[in-house]
Every structure is written in structure tokens, then in C-alpha cells.
């Protein structure tokens, strides 16, 4: 079965009904994605090219480059195993383009473009889609949330945030059931959270940061701090 964890997550049973058919048979091939990826952004210049570390070798190595130079787009596994690069910025405008990468062939191919063209927005990965949060979309912040279906090759709406906001973090549950989004910026600093129900297709703030921030970074953890 394919798999974003380690272990069968429970909300992956109430979502059973949503996944697609092929979910079941998209392996992940984890001798073909095992490392760290890194796409686009800028060195001065806005980019397409790509590198993959091979932690065995312990080296970097250059991959195919992206169809197109993005900088602030979002950036993640998929539940098919491939990796999706959605959205961002190619130094004139807000971009809708997405495309997604094959680390077995190391070939990038197009898929449906955005709903919304957004940059420094959230991608986050769940078994039943590649979800696209927030951003910027050149006018204004953006609450609104696309889903990409890898098996009908559309992006849908689904409910919009509460809070309209970008350069925020974002990460999904252990058991696949939420998505949080953390902070950000819509004009000013926040320390909203809040949290999408998968299952419910619903938002619901949650409690907020102590402190305001944005362009931060957010990571899941099993391991408590000690007080």
C-alpha cells in the first residue's frame, strides 16, 4: 500500500471513501525517493533547478529542472510518491502552474494548473490529495484552500480558512485526519492557528501562539518539552 507514515493512520479508514481507486496500488518506491529535494527558490535569480542529497553517497546531485522558475511555491510528496511543486512566484507574477516530479524517471511533468494563482502559500500532502493553503495572490491575502486529485488530474475547492493569510506553516496530523495552519501574515504578524477537519470538510481556530510571526517553520514531533 502506498503510505505517508510509518504506521496506517486511523483517519486514513474514515477516508477511505474519498480516496481514489488507485490509491491502494500507488507504491512508494523507497529506494527511488529516499533524501532531501530541493527545488527552485533564488540565488539572486529566480530558479528551476533542482538537487536531490544522496545520503548514502553523501553527496548532492542535479536532477531535471522544474518547467518552470518558481520561487515561495509549496512543495511535497504526494500520496503516489511523486513530488508536487504548486504555485509560487517567477519574479512578475503570481503563478497557477503546478507540476510534479518522478524520482524513479527524474522527469517533471505538467498537471492542472490552480484555481487561484498564489505564492507563499502551504502544500501539504494527505492520502486523499495534495492540498494548496492560502498565499498571496498579487492583490490580496488568500483564505481560500484547493485539493489536487493525482487519479483525475483536477484541483477542487474545498471550505476556505477562516483567516486569510500567507508565509505561514502548515503541517498535517499523525493520523491524517487535521491540517494545522500557524501564523502568517495579512498585512500584519498573527498568531492564529487553526486546524482543517479532512474528514468533516471543515476550519476551526484553535488556541493561538504566544507570540505573532510569519516566514517561520513548523514540524511535527512525537517528543514532548520538558517544563
Partial sequence: MGRLHPQTPPAEV?????????????????????????????????????????????????????????????????????????????????????ERYDPAANVWEDIAPLKTPRRSLCAVALPDGVYALGGYNGEKYLNSVEKYDPAKNEWIQVQTMNHPRCTMACLSSADCRYIYVLGGYDGSPLNLVERYDVVHDSWEFVTPMKSKRFMHAAVLSSVGVQS
Fill in 14 to 98: 474514515l477516508l477511505r471513501g474519498r480516496l481514489h481507486p488507485q490509491y491502494e496500488v500507488f507504491p512508494i518506491n523507497d529506494a527511488a525517493i529516499v533524501g532531501i529535494y530541493i527545488c527552485g527558490g533564488s540565488d539572486g535569480h529566480i530558479l528551476r533547478s533542482c538537487e536531490h542529497l544522496d545520503p548514502i553517497a553523501g553527496s548532492w546531485k542535479s536532477m531535471e529542472n522544474m518547467h518552470f522558475k518558481r520561487e515561495e511555491h509549496g512543495f511535497t510528496m504526494g500520496p503516489d510518491g511523486k513530488l508536487y511543486a504548486v504555485g509560487g512566484f517567477n519574479g512578475k507574477s503570481c503563478l497557477t502552474s503546478a
